[in-house]
Every structure is written in structure tokens, then in C-alpha cells.
């Protein structure tokens, strides 16, 4: 049965997989919060609530990725560490190279739309982002 799930989900990304072209990068930029995550045997965990975002911040597909907590004012608080990361073509598909002083992964980008970003890393976990929209209490 498990097998049975993980292929249907795996056609369900490649019939969905959108054909990302060089301008879409730019949709990275933002803050995304993590929807879910999917496990190589095709076990997916929601994500209700999140403490901490993602920050993207890209130019001509070089920039930096920083987790922020959004505060109930609209502000975010940060503790300052970034991640290097580099937008990069391989083959037909689109990776996100992170660097840090502890290590570099890449993450393919497997869907980029202007409120969904799909990631795939190198342990084929999936990760399902939606745009983050601020909240405020005022």
C-alpha cells in the first residue's frame, strides 16, 4: 500500500511539475512559511503553525536565505546568521545552493509560483511552501 502512495504522489509532482524558466526565480524572493513536508515513502507531515519563516532575498540569482520569527506587530526577529545561496541551472531543472560555515547542499526547485515553492533536497524529503502572509493584531 505504501508503495502504491509514494507512486501516485510522485506522479502527482512530475503531472504538476511546472516548467520553471529563468525569470521565475525572482518569485523566490519573499518569505515563505513550510506547509508540509513529504518523506521519500511518501508519508506527509502538515505543517499548521510556524514559529520561523523563510526569508529569501535574491539578485541576478545570488543572494541569502535567513529564518525569521514574525512578531504579532508585522516585524520579524532575526538572529542575524544568512545562508548563502546561488540559483543555478542544471539540465532542465533549477537548484538552490545554500553555503554555510558548517557545510553546502543543493535543493531542486521542483515548483515556483507566485504563492507555492516546491523544493526537493538531496535526501528526497519535499518540502511545500506557501507565501507567508503577515498577521497583525493592531
Known amino acids: 500500500m505504501k508503495k502504491v502512495a509514494f ?11 511546472s516548467n520553471i524558466k529563468k525569470e521565475d526565480i525572482n518569485k523566490l524572493n519573499g518569505y515563505w512559511e513550510i506547509k508540509a513536508v513529504t518523506l ?15 526569508y529569501f532575498e535574491l539578485k541576478e540569482g545570488i543572494g541569502f536565505r535567513q529564518k525569521v520569527m514574525p512578531q504579532f506587530d508585522g ?5 542575524n ?3 548563502k545561496i546561488r540559483v543555478f541551472q542544471k539540465d532542465n531543472s533549477y537548484f538552490i ?10 535543493e ?6 507566485d504563492s507555492t515553492l516546491v523544493v526537493k533536497n538531496q535526501q528526497k524529503l519535499i518540502y511545500t ?3 507567508f502572509k503577515p498577521f497583525s493584531i493592531k
Open 7 to 17: 507512486l501516485f504522489l510522485a506522479m502527482a509532482l512530475i503531472s504538476c511539475h
Open 40 to 54: 521519500e515513502d511518501g508519508q506527509t507531515k502538515d505543517y499548521k503553525v510556524n514559529e520561523t519563516i523563510d
Open 75 to 79: 516585524k520579524f526577529l532575526t538572529n
Open 81 to 83: 546568521i544568512k545562508e
Open 97 to 106: 545552493e545554500s553555503k554555510t560555515d558548517y557545510g553546502k547542499w543543493n
Open 108 to 113: 531542486e526547485i521542483i515548483t515556483l509560483e
Open 129 to 131: 511552501y506557501k507565501r
